[in-house]
């Protein structure tokens, strides 16, 4: 069944909907951008030469003004009037194991192996003027065999002369990722065009993560106006803005946690060999994203490291390194 899934997971997103080709539906009171914009990350642990917890993930983002005209859209927050529209998709894969992978036997009291994959279908709503955005997402996906972290890893390990994972049989099993997620964001201080700070609420109801957080964002460089544009302007709104941006950033957030699916298994099926009980998840979490980004017109670099405090009772704190390219045109 591994294979028929994840199949069927691509072939649902690319017939989600015949718009691929067409202009977005008219909102003369939330204009939609121009922009097109594709940007692709990889994270691993292995930028701190670590092999535990988090180990590696990946997305695949896509911002298209046609997408407006996926049924997914239908469910999104449009915004304030006035405000500009993003719509986009993101395609999201994360792998998560123990401490010790090479042991062939269920290691308790420690992480459950664990994968996903999902799509995420969101609307941004900007307002460059009031420097504020609201971000809504719909959340469709999998947890389970069918993400192929088993193959994947192993085939990556195999590749560089690293120890096999030998605990992937018993990784939590299949079930739904089914989830809402709002944010948002606010200049709170500014100094000039040279550093600002954007505050931050978000909540996710899901069936993979359910959390409330906040927090604060720093950045400090040659930078364009955060609201002005999702990183990187395309062609048609890139006038009046710095060709080139470099700049560092530094986000601090608070979480407080509900539901973890990659701890205690998915909402719907019972049938994993491992899961930790909810007593023994972390409620409180702190989240620390540092990094670099250089910038020029509408294509973009960028490398940022991830710190999170101890997800379970007796964990680690755990930090991974993450590269971003975008391109917007």
């Given at each position: ?9 691509v072939w ?8 691929w080709a ?130 994947f890893q ?176």
């Amino acid at each position: 069944m591994r294979f028929p899934l994840s199949f069927l997971f691509v072939w649902l997103l690319a017939n989600a909907c015949p718009a691929w080709a067409t202009t977005a539906p008219t909102d003369t009171l939330r204009p939609t951008s121009p922009d097109r914009l594709l940007r692709y990350t990889y994270a691993n642990d292995f930028f701190y030469r670590t092999d535990y917890y988090f180990t590696q993930g990946m997305t695949l983002t896509l911002v298209l003004p046609s997408l407006a005209r996926l049924p997914t859209q239908r469910f999104l927050l449009r915004g304030p009037a006035g405000s500009t529209q993003h719509h986009g998709l993101t395609l999201h894969y994360d792998g998560f194991t123990p401490l010790r992978i090479q042991d062939p036997f269920i290691r308790v009291g420690d992480r459950p192996y664990a994968a996903y994959m999902y799509a995420s279908f969101f609307r941004v709503s900007s307002q460059p003027a009031q420097r504020q955005r609201l971000t809504s997402a719909v959340e469709i996906g999998f947890i389970g065999p069918a993400a192929l972290a088993k193959e994947f890893q192993t085939a990556i390990h195999r590749a560089t002369n690293d120890p096999t994972p030998r605990g992937w049989d018993y990784q939590i099993q299949t079930d739904a990722v089914l989830g809402y997620r709002l944010q948002y964001e606010r200049q709170l201080l500014a100094a000039g065009r040279v550093a600002e700070v954007i505050g931050t609420a978000e909540a996710s109801l899901s069936t993979l993560y359910t959390y409330a957080s906040t927090g604060a964002q720093l950045r400090v460089g040659l930078l364009q106006p955060y609201f002005s544009s999702l990183g990187v302007a395309g062609t048609t709104s890139r006038a009046g803005h710095p060709q080139w941006q470099l700049y560092a950033h530094t986000s601090l957030e608070g979480r407080l946690v509900g539901y973890n699916a990659t701890l205690q298994g998915g909402l719907f099926n019972q049938s994993n060999p491992y899961v930790l009980p909810a007593s023994a998840v972390e409620r409180a979490l702190l989240r620390n994203t540092t990094g670099l980004v250089l910038a020029y017109q509408g294509f973009s670099l960028a490398a940022n490291s991830t710190w999170v405090s101890p997800e379970f009772k007796g964990a680690r704190t755990h930090q991974w390194g993450q590269l971003a390219i975008t391109a917007a045109f």
